[in-house]
């Protein structure tokens, strides 16, 4: 089967204190600059398995915009959907770690280059060529992405695609209420939803605790598959009438940022390629476990080999 998925999104570079509890209020040392942004990790990812895969952002032209573009290229990514803007900068993000579930972001990129990302940046014939499409919640930062990622969705909906969501959930943007309002809009049109366990209070279902009972408000939405993250302790999958839970792969965690979006699209990818569930999650699972094993977002994604390794080695 021909696996052909598109994303949309921030494209930007990371840099990462070196001390926990580093911090952003007193001079530091960083690790970095390295390609990141949830959406291209997420291709990435997609590309590194063997699947066709498509990402729609902006960069500056600068060293930072060619340095992600060479990074996705070299993976497989098809980076016809990125724009080079020569007025702006490529976007940035500063990361330190106050814990291994705690972290702290300093972002550049409302009025970075990939902030500038439009409907009008949306090549529609391209486009076309995908069968799924993935939204990332960090991406809803502006108008102009949200209105891109509706006709996104619209153009892979009429085409009789896919769409996956995972809300990405970052504290530094709750304040934007554009961004909730976009949820709302997003999952109506959701065929799997990937929340982290932690994220599940947000979406207007904190009046139950109940995991399950959350499902099922979900289900009733009309979402077919929820999937939901649960760090070391793995992930599970849950349809009108089947669930299954997986366990992770205890790995050293070297640098968290990048497990969710590996194990997205990994189980996506997988999925939509006919893997069971299971095995699908398992793949997953692993794809996470090794995203947090190397220090850099996007340095842990993975090949179906490293992934099957990872797997034979721990099984
Ligand atoms: P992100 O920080 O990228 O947004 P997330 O909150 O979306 O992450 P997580 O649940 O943290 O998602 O991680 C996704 C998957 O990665 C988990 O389901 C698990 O398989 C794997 N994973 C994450 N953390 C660990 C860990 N400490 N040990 C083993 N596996 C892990
Ligand atoms: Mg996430």
């Not at 070299?74 to 980076?79: C, E, L, S």
């Not at 109506?188 to 207007?204: K, N, Q, R, V």
């Not at 979900?218 to 649960?230: S, Y």
């Amino acid at each position: 089967m021909n696996i052909t998925i598109a994303t949309l999104g921030e494209l930007l570079v990371e840099f990462l204190a070196k001390k926990e509890n580093q911090g952003f209020s007193s001079p530091g040392e960083f690790w970095g600059p390295y390609p990141s942004g949830a959406p291209a990790i997420f291709a990435d990812q997609v590309a590194k398995l063997g699947f066709r895969s498509l990402l729609f952002s902006c960069v500056g032209n600068d060293a930072f915009g060619v340095m992600n573009i060479t990074r996705l290229s070299r993976d497989g990514v098809n980076v016809q959907g990125i724009s080079v803007l020569p007025n702006a900068t490529t976007g940035s993000a500063f990361v330190s770690y106050r814990s291994q579930a705690q972290r702290d972001f300093i972002f550049n990129m409302p009025d970075s280059a990939c902030g500038l990302l439009s409907a009008d940046h949306l090549d529609e014939a391209l486009l076309r060529q995908y069968s799924h499409f993935h939204i990332m919640g960090s991406s809803l930062f502006s108008f102009r992405l949200i209105d891109a990622v509706r006709k996104a969705i619209s153009i892979v909906k009429e085409n009789g695609g896919t769409i996956s969501f995972d809300p990405n959930i970052r504290k530094e943007m709750l304040k934007i209420r554009e961004m909730s309002q976009a949820f709302e809009y997003i999952l109506d049109y959701t065929d799997f939803f990937l929340p982290s366990d932690g994220e599940l209070d947000y979406f207007g279902l904190s009046k139950s605790r109940d995991e399950e009972k959350i499902v099922a408000r979900l289900h009733k939405r009309g979402i077919a598959h929820v999937i939901i993250k649960r760090g070391a302790r793995g992930a599970s999958y849950y349809s009108k009438d089947e669930q299954h839970h997986v366990a992770g792969y205890p790995v050293e965690v070297v640098d968290p940022t990048g497990a969710g979006d590996c194990f997205g699209a990994t189980f996506v990818s997988l999925f939509l390629a006919g893997y069971s569930v299971p095995d699908a999650l398992a793949h997953a699972n692993a794809a996470g476990s090794l995203a947090i094993s190397a220090r850099g977002p996007m340095e842990g994604t993975s090949t179906l080999e490293q992934i099957k390794e990872l797997m034979r080695q721990q099984n």
